[in-house]
């Protein structure tokens, strides 16, 4: 069964700590840093180690591509997705195309390596955020829908499950929620017509969502990921939506309006968040554990779609794949080389 907890671990292997936390029934989920990867081959012996431990574990990573890829020694480094918005002002059908290969090309390195599935595609706009600019692929929704749709397909294609983030949209906001409160202060019409309507085109696409760490103050006083009327009314009842619900990191800044780790990790899974990540911080991480030990375990139909198809193949120091994985690398690496 999957938990409703997912944390993070110290190093790049597991200590005694780590292996009694798996075992908890509340963890589900565990997701990678840039301190646990020294190498593809010492990732997929970590994976595999964890799922030794807890076979039903699901494992993330954020791997966007740009600034935020946590993989990085031994694997293609990846544009940010905005170069991808550049190239397609003026060459659509080619940054369609690339933005497919891009997709599939993370997916197939990712699940190479034991993890199930990255935090990705951005659906923001790139406006005034501090911390979205160029992870978002355009700064309008008419060139972003494309992109990420064909991005996602590439996901799809190479056997991993999508997650939009940030819901409603962070790109309007310029405070950075890891660090500070951020509050968008326009109504809930402004936000649709703006923010919202990348995540509503590509609803289909998408099986998991994660909403933003962000006060809609005109709409509802608790962040996206604690309310009840962002989760429940708007996208489980108007819009259907079926998919993983996903908390930003609880550990936060933008998330301490709620109280502490066990009192954040409850307000996330009662607005109607399946999983509530914990990371960087032990302590909350324990005391987020404890104080969802009463709570049911979350819906595991949903949990399960976000599992990988991940290969049974040995790795080793360097990524060393199959053919179309070198041609498609050789492409991506002289599009990124080309700026």
Partial sequence: MIGALMLDVASTELTQEDIELLQAPQVGGMILFARNIESPQQVRALTDHMRQVRPDILIAVDQEGGRVQRLRQGFTLLPAMGRLGEHYVHHPEQAIELAQQCGWLMATEVLAVGIDFSF???????????????????????????????????????????????????????????????????????IYDKDMQSFIKLMPQLDAL???HV??????????????????????????????????????????VAGGADARIQAALNAGCDMGLVCNDRIAACTALDGIQKLALPNQQRLERMRGKIPNIQIGSTLNLDESWQNVKKVIEDFKNSF
């Avoid at 692929?137 to 996602?152: G, T």
């Avoid at 996901?155 to 999508?162: C, F, I, L, S, V």
Wanted: hydrophobic fraction near 40%.
């Fill in 120 to 190: 990705a595609p951005v659906l923001d706009l790139n406006d005034i955020s501090d911390v979205i600019g160029d992870r978002s692929f355009a700064k309008n929704m008419q060139d972003i829908v494309p992109l990420a749709d064909a991005f996602m397909r590439g996901m799809k294609q190479a056997g991993m499950a999508t997650t939009g983030k940030h819901f409603p949209g962070h790109g309007s906001v310029k405070a950075d929620s890891h660090v500070a409160a951020a509050i968008d202060s326009r109504s809930y019409q402004e």
């Fill in 210 to 212: 994660m909403p933003a």
């Fill in 215 to 256: 006060i809609y103050d005109q709409v509802d006083p608790n962040p996206a990921g604690f309310s009840s009327f962002w989760l429940q009314n708007i996208l489980r009842q108007q819009f259907k939506f079926d998919g993983v619900l996903f908390s930003d990191d609880l550990s936060m800044q933008a998330a301490c």
